[in-house]
T-cell receptor, first 113, second 118 residues
Framework: GENVEQHPSTLSVQEGDSAVIKCTYS??????FPWYKQELGKGPQLIID?????GEKKDQRIAVTLNKTAKHFSLHITETQPEDSAVYFC????????????FGTGTRLLVSP | DTEVTQTPKHLVMGMTNKKSLKCEQH?????MYWYKQKAKKPPELMFV???????INESVPSRFSPECPNSSLLNLHLHALQPEDSALYLC?????????????????FGQGTRLTVV
């Protein structure tokens, strides 16, 4: 089955810096890669996703890149703000029918003012 | 309405109790999910319902019993739980069910039920 590894487990940055979180996956049949943000006491919320036919996707301060050959994908957050502080999870699944998401282990991002 | 609503938000139950968790969505989604999340860990899939039928059971102990009464509701019945079952239980939904060849869309998560077994 699919296995997703995520690094780093914790990341501390100063406000305004960039943050990068990296994930690798094992199942070459996976072709949908969402990123979720989970704040304390809340459920995960999708912040951006990418499909395997796209190499990069950007939404304002957030971007995701995908390298299918190497089986890794990354989340990039620019101009970080204190409200970006949360746990971020990458995930992988096959992009048809219902989703069977396999999550990475999570990255706790702390943005200091 | 892009919400998945879970009730209750918090639940404390004894090991001999029977309780139920409830999940509701009105987005017309045909797939619904239960995930379990332990502290400082990622969500782990427990069950998937597709078109109100159980499609995936990830070898979950029988003390957890899911039910999908209709396309908008998902329940998780709990009986004879153990303290190690204490966790955040998350419900999610997504648009397409099994066998649909269209690319699936975002899975929306509820806020979860924080379960403590004493």
């Amino acid at each position: 089955g699919e296995n997703v590894e995520q690094h780093p487990s914790t990341l501390s940055v100063q406000e305004g810096d960039s943050a990068v979180i990296k994930c690798t996956y094992s199942d070459s049949a996976s072709n949908y890669f969402p990123w979720y943000k989970q704040e304390l006491g809340k459920g995960p919320q999708l912040i951006i996703d990418i499909r395997s036919n796209v190499g990069e996707k950007k939404d304002q301060r957030i971007a995701v890149t995908l390298n299918k050959t190497a089986k890794h994908f990354s989340l990039h957050i620019t101009e970080t703000q204190p409200e970006d502080s949360a746990v971020y999870f990458c995930a992988a699944s096959r992009a048809t029918g219902f989703q069977k998401l396999v999550f990475g282990t999570g990255t706790r991002l702390l943005v200091s003012p | 309405d892009t919400e998945v609503t879970q009730t209750p938000k918090h639940l404390v139950m004894g090991m001999t109790n029977k309780k139920s968790l409830k999940c509701e969505q009105h987005m017309g989604h045909r797939a619904m999910y239960w995930y379990k999340q332990k502290a400082k860990k990622p969500p782990e899939l427990m069950f998937v319902y597709s078109y109100e039928k159980l499609s995936i059971n990830e070898s979950v102990p029988s003390r957890f019993s899911p039910e999908c009464p209709n396309s908008s509701l998902l329940n998780l019945h709990l009986h004879a739980l153990q303290p190690e079952d204490s966790a955040l239980y998350l419900c999610a939904s997504s648009l397409y069910g099994q066998g649909n060849s269209r690319e699936n869309t975002e899975a929306f998560f509820g806020q979860g039920t924080r379960l403590t077994v004493v």
